[in-house]
């Protein structure tokens, strides 16, 4: 009796199997596909390119795609201006993020109520799009660096993740420090920052990798200044370029944006550039995210 | 009586005169808090401060007190304009159908990597499905443009194989497949994503459960059914109440990079819409009523979503 129910167990959940890993493999595929096939067209000749059919791997192996978008000056800008972005944002936002997670772990600081609560409302309520543009008009920070870093500095997410963290330190360790002579500022730099790393480092991703691939305030705000815009926005700026959306061109007449259409394997190469940085980084910092993620859902 | 307000009375003082003490007492916390706490104030409630706009017929370079104020004008003109309906329309559908796709696909992902054996196997798919979400939105949607492509695209290339249809489909001149694509690229790169915290639930259902499942002879899909989707049931709850609040404000971001002028009538959502409209032509009170609008209704669609979820679980998430 038992091994029959066993045996018919075994039946169905064969089919079970081949269900499970038939699905994973198309899905795995479906993911995968579009990013090795873009890689190989950015590796394979351009006017090769056209006839189609490169699928997984370059057809006639050049590097000339990648010679021609780095000997663009308005690419090599569009980098340097993404590196010091991501750069300078990701060290602000976690200063920002970390002091202020300190602050309201501390169930004896006085302010602690309003400045949490103050920090949660920004979660819900935005000026939207239109008063915020005003805002950085009436600032006078329209084309200007600052524009990358300063409006986001504080994420009230952010703030929260980390003092969950926190939270889950013995407090002993800072009463002992304090025990040592160390005072407020010292115990954040000294005891609280080393310990906090994980919860950092999940952070310090999610605020580089949202750096990175901003496009949108340099199209708002920068997108004339040839001196500050950035990668992404380039690469924008080519793949629109190719679309029938010429009106995304404000005021530039159709032959212009004619004349800005690039090859099929020139746009995948810098579609390649845009993306290799993360790629390079975010499978090191899985273990610390998958933690940060499951971490910040439970909190709010 | 007496006694008693004697007895009160020194306590409305008492923490005043203990303020300044601790304050200075405390001033390290203060200063790692107050200037980020000015800066929020700067960028996050001052722009609450122009919603005023949208009742004043708002130029710019003029004081406040310049401005000519024109009451319920312009949300007036809002709702006689036909692209609003459109846009709200677009906005709707498009948040509707993200929201069931983006929520059903990663619990069913979540369950299907559960049930791989192999760890290492399992580790290599969810390392590579979560690649989508680190790649910004222009990169996708160029991606996405390519493998939709009539010439050489993916997936008309696929279909043409299997002969699913002659010709190479236009999919991105089609304005009745917009809202699909743009579901579908939405799939493609948060799936991954999303799956993290349904795989961390069902981490978190005991393994004795299914240990007693086995001995009385649960079949592997029985066990999905009775043990693991009932074990996750309080995140998928509350994941979907948080998504109802953020129903209608999907943002412009996809729409705006995957759409083009063939395929308008079927891409412009409310945001894009005050972006086109209300900055694109200068038309700034306009588009501040757009915005308010916006918010409006996601904060009731959170309210009533919140509600729902009381009755439901006894629980608040506001």
């Known amino acids: 009796m038992l091994s029959k129910k066993l045996a018919a167990a075994s039946w169905s959940d064969r089919i079970f199997d081949l269900v499970v890993y038939a699905a994973i493999t198309v899905v795995t595929i479906a993911t995968l596909y579009p990013f090795l096939n873009v890689l190989a067209i950015s590796f394979n000749d351009s006017t090769d390119s056209i006839k189609g ?13 990648y010679e021609t978008i780095f000997a663009y000056s308005g690419l090599m800008t569009g980098l340097k201006i993404s590196i010091l972005r991501t750069i300078i944002g990701t060290i602000l936002g976690l200063v920002s993020a970390s002091m202020l997670a300190f602050t309201l772990s501390r169930v004896d600081f006085q302010a602690r109520r309003f400045v949490s609560t103050f920090l949660a409302l920004t979660m819900y309520v935005s000026g939207g799009l239109i008063p915020v543009y005003i805002l950085i008009k009436n600032l006078h920070m329209m084309g200007t660096f600052s524009v990358y870093v300063l409006p986001g500095l504080v994420s009230a997410f952010n703030v929260f993740v980390i003092r969950s963290f926190i939270d889950g330190l013995p407090y002993a360790l800072q009463e002992s420090a304090k025990l040592d002579g160390a005072n407020d500022f010292t115990i954040y730099w000294r005891v609280i920052l080393p310990l906090t790393k994980p919860a950092l480092a999940t952070i310090a991703l999610f605020l580089a ?6 496009w949108f305030d340099t199209y708002l705000y920068n997108g004339s200044k040839d001196g500050l815009t950035t990668l992404q926005f380039e690469l924008m700026k080519v793949i629109q370029s190719t679309t029938t959306n010429a009106d995304n061109f404000r005021g530039r007449n159709m032959t212009e944006v004619m004349a800005q259409i690039s090859p099929e394997s020139v746009k995948m190469a810098i579609t390649i550039v845009v993306t290799v940085p993360i790629l390079v980084v975010y499978p090191f910092l899985q273990r610390y995210f998958v933690k940060g993620m499951t971490l910040g859902s439970v909190k709010s | 009586m007496k006694a008693i307000t004697a007895k009160v009375q020194p306590e409305p003082k008492k923490p005043a005169s203990r303020f300044w003490p601790k304050f200075l007492q405390q001033k390290y916390l203060y200063m790692m808090a107050v200037p980020f706490v000015l800066w929020a104030f700067v960028f996050n409630y001052l722009p609450l401060w122009g919603w005023t706009m949208a ?12 401005q000519k104020w024109v009451g319920l004008q312009y949300f007036r003109e809002l709702f006689q304009d036909e692209q609003f309906f459109n846009a709200l329309r677009n906005t709707l559908a498009m948040s509707l159908m993200g929201l069931l796709a983006g929520f059903i696909i990663p619990i069913v992902f979540a369950v299907l990597l559960n049930e791989l054996r192999q760890i290492f196997l399992k580790r290599f798919v969810q390392t590579v499905s979560y690649l989508p979400h680190f790649v910004s939105w222009v990169v996708a949607a160029g991606i996405i443009t390519k493998m939709l492509s009539t010439d050489n695209g993916a997936v008309n290339d696929l279909l043409m194989s299997l002969h699913l249809i002659s010709e190479p489909i236009q999919f991105m001149a089609k304005g009745n497949l917009f809202w699909g694509i743009v579901t579908a690229s939405d799939v493609w790169k948060e799936t991954g994503w999303n799956t993290i915290i349904y795989l961390a639930a069902i981490s978190g ?32 709850i509350i994941l979907l109440i948080m998504s109802i609040g953020h129903l209608i404000s999907i943002g412009f971001e996809k729409q705006f990079l995957l759409g083009n002028n063939l395929v308008r009538d079927y891409s412009q959502t409310l945001d894009l819409y005050a972006l086109n409209y209300g900055l694109g032509l200068g038309r700034f009170s306009f588009g501040t009523a757009i915005n308010i609008f916006n918010s409006v209704v996601s904060v009731f669609l959170l309210f009533v979503a919140n509600g729902i979820f009381k009755k439901i679980t006894k629980e608040s998430i506001i």
């Open chain 1, 53 to 65: 059919g490169i699928t997984v791997y370059p057809r006639v192996f050049t590097v000339k795609n």
């Open chain 1, 209 to 214: 990798v949202g750096q990175w691939n901003a």
């Open chain 2, 55 to 66: 009742f004043q017929k708002y130029k710019p370079g003029k004081s406040f007190f310049e």
């Open chain 2, 205 to 236: 259902i005991g393994p004795e459960l299914y240990e007693a499942a086995r001995v009385d002879g649960a079949s592997r899909l029985q066990q999905v059914r009775n043990i693991t989707l009932p074990g996750i049931r309080t995140t998928v």
